[in-house]
């Protein structure tokens, strides 16, 4: 029936949305604690079995400040358990985090890794050079596939044309300094940054002003929907999240944009979305 495939729909994008949280907070207590993967999977392999046990899991999770229920810990066991044995070993662990064999989990920062962290930022600064300045053009070429966020494919292909060549594990570690949020991508927000770039300097000439000006715009035409509809912020923001994924979009944003007849460019959506 149409009300149990809107279900099985439901559960399917909570179950993802689990698996994402867990993704970055694992990534993120990796990151922090400057180790290894493989240190951090032996601190959820408590008695040192080489593989993690449903308590195991659930306890390590807690330690990462998320409460998980039993049947949330089966279910994400499930899903990585690729050998069916019930629990989760090393490579198991490295796709729960997101990292596959192929391209490994750096084992440590490197030494002269603050000199290539340096290399990208100087890179990354003469590239803005060329583009007049424009650091949301130079994201924009980054970013080849439009969708607000660079992948680490684009930042690597990117970083060869600045004349900048590396290897994987360099380029991985390079995504995981930058990434302050953990989701395994560079948004503009990082991608400012990266090169310290204030706002400010990169609305010179006016176009500070112009794009409070945008935003007020955009608040008054979200609360004509209240004024003029009578409509609850529930009720509001539901319609905006089309996918009811619960939260909302860069594209949704955008089609709410257009909806409002607002004629602005990608840029400026990245700005708003970043903004709010």
Do not use: C
Request: proline share 1%; aromatic share 10%.
């Amino acid at each position: 029936s149409p009300q149990a495939d809107e279900r099985r729909r439901r559960a399917q994008r909570r179950f993802q949305s689990l698996k994402d949280e867990i993704q970055r907070e694992i990534r993120r207590a990796w990151k922090t604690s400057h180790a290894s993967l493989k240190r951090l999977f032996n601190e959820f392999d408590e008695n040192s079995t080489g593989v993690i046990s449903r308590d195991e899991f659930q306890r390590g999770l807690r330690r990462l400040r998320m409460n998980l229920s039993s049947d949330d810990i089966r279910g994400i066991i499930d899903a990585f358990d690729e050998d069916g044995d019930g629990k989760i070993s090393y490579v198991e662990f490295m796709h729960i985090s997101g990292f596959s064999e192929e391209s490994p989990a750096p084992q440590r920062i490197h030494e002269n890794f603050g000199n290539l962290k340096d290399s990208v930022k100087r890179e990354i600064r003469r590239g803005l050079q060329r583009e007049g300045s424009n650091l949301k053009n130079l994201f924009a070429r980054f970013d080849r596939d439009g969708s607000g966020e660079i992948t680490r494919d684009e930042f690597g292909r990117a970083l060869q044309k600045l004349g900048l060549d590396m290897t994987e594990t360099e380029l991985y570690d390079l995504v995981e300094a930058f990434d302050a949020d953990g989701n395994g991508k560079i948004s503009y927000r990082e991608f400012m940054d990266i090169v310290n770039w204030e706002k400010v300097e990169e609305d010179a000439g006016g176009a500070t002003h112009s794009f409070q000006s945008l935003k007020d715009t955009v608040r008054k035409e979200v609360r004509k929907l209240f004024d003029e509809h009578g409509r609850d912020l529930k009720t509001v923001f539901t319609e905006f999240d089309s996918d009811a994924t619960g939260a909302i979009t860069r594209d949704e944003f955008r089609r709410i944009l257009r909806r409002f007849k607002l004629k602005i460019s990608d840029a400026d959506v990245y700005d708003l979305v970043d903004a709010f």
